[in-house]
């Protein structure tokens, strides 16, 4: 069987368990999220070993955990309308064999950068990345818990996904001090905005928007910056955009409840 097809088969098997997840009882559901992220590193793994290097067992295969896991709590959270369940679920097959792509192809490349693929697996691999942050910021923001937590979880969530999405961009075969340094900062930046808009009367989807818009600006900065492309009229672009997001969200807000 051809490495494609394997990851079509991965792909399916763990829609089958999201599917699964949902149907359980709500007592074991959070421990059948658990052991299907677990399954999905295993099985990349399995896949992938082969051109798996240092930091590939824990960079590459990790953005199909987090996939897997947050799209899962999501899943959770939505209104029991079956269209919508019905939709979820097929772009969850489609997603997760879009994750399983670029993993292949950094697997392949890591340390080298040499193949023409590589451009396009780091575009869907910063989409994949915002689409599953929102995903974890939605199921933070839905617990209500306090501003400190949101600020703790929104920071812990953060820096796997921005670890690795810089990490895609150097694709260093040994992870750096500089690497774990610059996403250590953003993702604390990341847990800070949380914090703040936290006393904001915002609803959960906003505040998740909120979030991924300004997930966005840090990490098209922490890449162009690995990337050596970090000149000043990129840092203004991104900038600007953190500017009106930030705008348009205090027009969005009800302060008056």
């Given at each position: 069987m051809t490495k494609r097809r394997k990851l079509v088969l991965e792909a399916s098997i763990l829609t089958i368990g999201f599917l699964a997840t949902q149907l359980v009882d709500i007592s074991f559901r959070y421990w059948v999220i658990l052991a299907l992220g677990v399954i999905s590193y295993f099985f990349s793994a399995l896949i992938l070993k082969e051109d798996l290097k240092k930091t590939g067992w824990f960079l590459v295969?990790?953005?199909?955990?987090?996939?897997?896991?947050?799209?899962?709590?999501?899943?959770?959270?939505?209104?029991?309308?079956?269209?919508?369940?019905?939709?979820?679920?097929?772009?969850?097959?489609?997603?997760?064999?879009a994750?399983?792509?670029?993993?292949?192809?950094?697997?392949?490349?890591?340390?080298?950068?040499?193949?023409?693929?590589?451009?396009?697996?780091?575009?869907v691999g910063f989409?994949?990345?915002?689409?599953?942050?929102?995903?974890?910021?939605?199921?933070?923001?839905?617990?209500?818990?306090?501003?400190?937590?949101?600020?703790?979880?929104?920071?812990?969530?953060?820096?796997?996904?921005?670890?690795?999405?810089l990490w895609s961009i150097s694709l260093e075969v040994v992870?750096?001090?500089?690497?774990?340094?610059?996403?250590?900062?953003?993702?604390?930046?990341?847990?800070?905005?949380?914090?703040?808009?936290?006393?904001?009367?915002?609803?959960?989807?906003?505040?998740?928007?909120f979030l991924i818009s300004f997930?966005?600006?840090?990490?098209?900065?922490?890449?162009?910056h690995f990337a050596g492309r970090l000149f000043k009229n990129t840092l203004y672009e991104y900038l600007q955009v953190g500017v009106i997001i930030f705008i348009i969200t205090l027009f969005l807000t009800h302060w008056r409840g």
């Open positions: 295969l990790l953005p199909i955990v987090y996939y897997v896991v947050a799209f899962s709590l999501f899943y959770f959270l939505l209104p029991t309308n079956i269209l919508i369940r019905v939709l979820i679920l097929v772009l969850f097959g489609i997603g997760a064999y994750v399983l792509l670029t993993e292949n192809i950094f697997s392949v490349v890591s340390g080298f950068q040499t193949i023409q693929l590589l451009r396009a697996a780091q575009a989409l994949i990345t915002l689409i599953t942050a929102f995903f974890g910021y939605n199921t933070v923001f839905s617990y209500k818990s306090f501003t400190w937590w949101n600020g703790l979880f929104v920071f812990l969530i953060s820096w796997p996904l921005i670890i690795s999405s992870i750096s001090a500089k690497l774990i340094s610059h996403s250590f900062i953003l993702s604390l930046i990341m847990g800070e905005i949380a914090f703040f808009i936290s006393f904001w009367p915002l609803t959960i989807t906003t505040s998740s928007l997930l966005y600006v840090v990490l098209g900065i922490g890449q162009s």
